[in-house]
């Protein structure tokens, strides 16, 4: 099994319920993404999917975060925005933009809201 990580970032906005009362409150952070994706089979040439694709496909789906009430989107109508819920949401999206063939399956999302605090989701699979 092989497995490649990329990593983007993003700005935005939220407020959590029912965690701090803090939290609450509207703030923001800076957001660290590590997407991993793994697959058994490498491409002739020796990759198992050239990481331009990847950050390409990762990079639309930041942008759909990025500089935005998170609160606010569909993806968390029903979902507090917390790490794990942004995580779950990226894993989601990138997993929709796998084309049939390509081999390769989100194998895990980290999403850092600061340095020392991280969330890592798993995808069934
Ligand atoms: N499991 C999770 N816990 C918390 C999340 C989360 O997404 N998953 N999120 C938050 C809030 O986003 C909050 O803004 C973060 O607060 P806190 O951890 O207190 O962060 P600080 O930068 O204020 O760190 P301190 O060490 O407390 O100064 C909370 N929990
Ligand atoms: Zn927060």
Same mark, same amino acid.
């Given at each position: 099994?092989?497995?490649?990580?990329?990593?983007?970032?993003?700005?935005?906005?939220?407020?959590?319920?029912?965690?701090?009362?803090?939290?609450?409150? #509207?703030?923001?952070?800076?957001?660290?993404?590590?997407?991993?994706?793994?697959?058994?089979?490498?491409?002739?040439?020796?990759v198992?999917?050239?990481?331009?694709?990847i950050?390409?496909? #990762?990079?639309?789906?930041?942008?759909?975060?990025?500089?935005?009430? #998170?609160?606010?989107?569909?993806?968390?109508?029903?979902?507090?925005?917390?790490?794990?819920?942004?995580?779950?949401?990226?894993?989601?999206?990138?997993?929709?933009?796998?084309?049939?063939?390509?081999?390769?399956?989100?194998?895990?999302?980290?999403?850092?809201?600061?340095?020392?605090?991280?969330?890592?989701?798993?995808?069934?699979?």
């Amino acid at each position: 099994m092989y497995e490649l990580k990329v990593v983007n970032r993003f700005a935005a906005a939220h407020q959590l319920k029912m965690v701090t009362e803090k939290c609450e409150n #509207l703030h923001g952070h800076n957001w660290k993404v590590e997407l991993f994706v793994a697959g058994e089979k490498l491409q002739d040439s020796g990759v198992l999917m050239d990481f331009g694709i990847i950050k390409k496909r #990762l990079g639309a789906i930041i942008d759909s975060l990025d500089h935005k009430f #998170l609160n606010e989107l569909p993806a968390f109508a029903d979902a507090n925005p917390s790490s794990e819920t942004i995580a779950r949401y990226i894993a989601d999206a990138f997993t929709e933009r796998i084309e049939p063939g390509e081999g390769i399956f989100v194998s895990r999302v980290h999403v850092w809201e600061s340095d020392d605090a991280c969330a890592a989701y798993w995808p069934p699979r």
